[in-house]
């Protein structure tokens, strides 16, 4: 082709270089560095922005919640459904205690994945290490096993940290070595203790001054994540191995922790679902955001984690602030965890709440659950329990169809990183392409079967 | 996963490579280049995509990366090719 043929170039301003050249060149440079520029503040976002005080606008006058209020521990108490029976007749004469104290648990097999003797099997032998570990934790039983009171072992010496910033690094580094997967270190909050604590066991009310060994200054908040495939497998049977399993788990990171502050010479106890609320603690030291379905969101593993905690008179440590991560912008648009809820337990109100909004939100005996005072979702965790026994087993389905429950693949942090920038809408978008690409499945009984070939590689090569 | 990365960097090279030989056979516009890397960024996301879909346990996710990346990554790259590069001037030599 001749120069002739060629277009008439602008005349060239740099050597060699044409004005329209240029502004091409420049045009791709600026969009490479826009796209490097958002690609850092996506990332520093999927950090967390800071917050001085709880993520979460709370009321002045909030106290500590009653622990016989705490759904598990009334349920599992004969004593305190003798006392509230005005609690059965609200719910329409639906009484826990009956029901998981008669059979729950123990009924027959059904031939589908999920429900067989083989799943029944796996459940009962992961919570088995909890009834030995800490009996009754799961219940809001205190002073039980490793989760002991007893301080008869805090050394003398007390080791001396050289500074705030170090004594946080090592409670985290050992937080790490004792298979912790995530760790925080908040104050005590006597507005997230239950208070008075209650002894299901001698059916006794307990009190922070006159029965806890000492006075606690901070708590210590460590997550152990779920397994994906067992958690996929909700509300089967199988699926209650990992939520058994990370019970365990927690009980041996909070007794471990325990142990290892008295064994600096300060007094600690280790906690799971007892002495006080998981959520609130896990926020406070930075862990994640509170949902929709009353779960802790944290990042890369969304819900799918349990929460275990150490109170110590330990003080000599750098806090961590509580942090959000665009959870609460999330959860408005997305309602997953609602819509999969075989129970209806989880709200669908489009914005949160100060108190229950759902049925029987006016009666008090019905309500007694709940935590009004704090600006969230309120559910009704009643209807989940009961779901639970009409089960004979346990529900993750809020869990599963969260899509912030997502394995450690790449895919999975990009999305996570464009989530914490993009506009409230765009999250409804989001959670339709989750459905679509066919993640969050519940009452999928092909998920049984995956998980149990999910083993094949156990051997190693 | 290893393997795929590995996959994903060979193709990209190799990608270099061919850009470089079209810079000499054909003198593209900003339209011919943006449609060629973005058609083989959409085929390499694709690629990665579907792969780690599949090595998490979820084919659907991996057969709709396949029809929506790959898909619009083919479909962008067939028109560049057609309506950009085939219709633009080619170099001397």
């Not at chain 2, 470089?20 to 943006?34: D, I, Q």
Request: proline share 5%; glycine share 10%.
């Amino acid at each position: 082709m001749s120069d002739e043929s060629k277009p008439m170039d602008p005349a060239p301003t740099v050597e060699g270089t044409t004005r329209r050249q240029l502004l091409v060149r420049s045009i791709a440079g600026a969009a490479a560095a826009g796209a490097a520029g958002f690609g850092a503040y996506a990332h520093h976002k999927t950090k967390g922005t800071p917050h001085d005080e709880m993520p979460v606008e709370i009321k002045d006058d909030l106290g500590p919640m009653d622990q016989r209020d705490m759904l598990w521990t009334f349920a599992t108490s004969q004593k305190l459904h003798a006392d509230h029976p005005e609690r059965v007749q609200a719910f329409n004469g639906f009484n826990f205690y009956e029901k998981l104290s008669g059979g729950y648990l123990q009924g027959p097999y059904k031939n589908e994945p999920g429900y067989t003797q083989l799943d029944r099997a796996l459940g009962l032998a992961a919570w088995e290490a909890n009834h030995v570990l800490a009996p009754g934790q799961q219940y809001g039983q205190p002073n039980s096993g490793i989760l002991s009171w007893d301080q008869s072992d805090v050394q003398a010496t007390k080791y001396e940290f050289e500074s705030k910033e170090q004594a946080a690094l090592a409670i985290r580094s050992a937080a790490r070595a004792l298979k912790a997967t995530r760790c925080g270190i908040t104050k005590r909050d006597r507005r997230w203790d239950f208070d008075p604590l209650y002894d299901l066991e001698e059916d006794r009310v307990l009190t922070w001054k006159d029965d806890f060994p000492f006075e606690p200054k901070t708590v210590i908040v460590m997550l152990t994540e779920m397994d994906y495939q067992g958690i996929a497998t909700s509300p089967a049977w199988t699926s209650m191995c990992p939520a058994g399993e990370e019970y365990v788990m927690g009980n041996k990171c909070a007794g471990q922790m325990a142990k290892f502050l008295r064994a600096l010479g300060y007094q600690a106890v280790g906690s799971n679902n007892d002495l006080g609320m998981n959520v609130p603690y896990a926020v406070a030291a930075g862990l994640g955001e509170c949902g929709r379905n009353g779960s802790l969101i944290a990042p890369t593993i969304g819900p799918r984690h349990r929460i275990c905690k150490v109170y110590t008179d330990f003080d000599f440590v750098n806090y961590d602030l509580p942090r959000s991560f665009g959870v609460a912008s999330f959860c408005r648009e997305c309602k997953r965890c609602a819509d999969s809820c075989p129970a209806e337990a989880i709200s669908q109100e489009k914005h949160t709440t100060w108190g229950p909004e759902h049925e029987g939100a006016d009666i008090e005996d019905y309500t007694y659950p709940n935590r009004a005072g704090i600006l969230k979702y309120h559910n009704d965790s009643k209807k989940c329990l009961k779901f639970w026994i009409e089960n004979d087993g346990g529900c993750q389905n809020c869990i599963t169809a969260c899509p912030y429950n997502k394995p450690e693949f790449w895919h999975h942090r990009l999305v996570d990183a464009t989530n914490v920038v993009v506009p409230g809408p765009v999250h409804a978008f989001m959670r339709e392409m989750d459905i679509i690409f066919g993640y969050g499945t519940t009452f999928d009984q092909e998920r049984a079967r995956v998980f149990w070939k999910s083993g094949k590689d156990m051997r190693g090569g | 996963m290893g393997l795929m990365w590995f996959l994903v960097g060979l193709i990209t090279g190799l990608s270099v490579f061919a850009f470089v030989e079209l810079h000499k056979r054909f003198e593209l516009n900003w339209l011919g280049w943006s449609g060629l890397l973005l058609g083989e960024f959409l085929i390499l996301f694709c690629i990665a995509w579907s792969t780690a879909s599949v090595f998490e346990g979820v084919p659907r996710a991996a057969s709709m990366g396949l029809l929506m990346f790959g898909g619009a990554g083919l479909v962008t790259l067939v028109l560049t090719w057609r309506l950009v590069v085939q219709k633009s001037t080619r170099n001397a030599g």
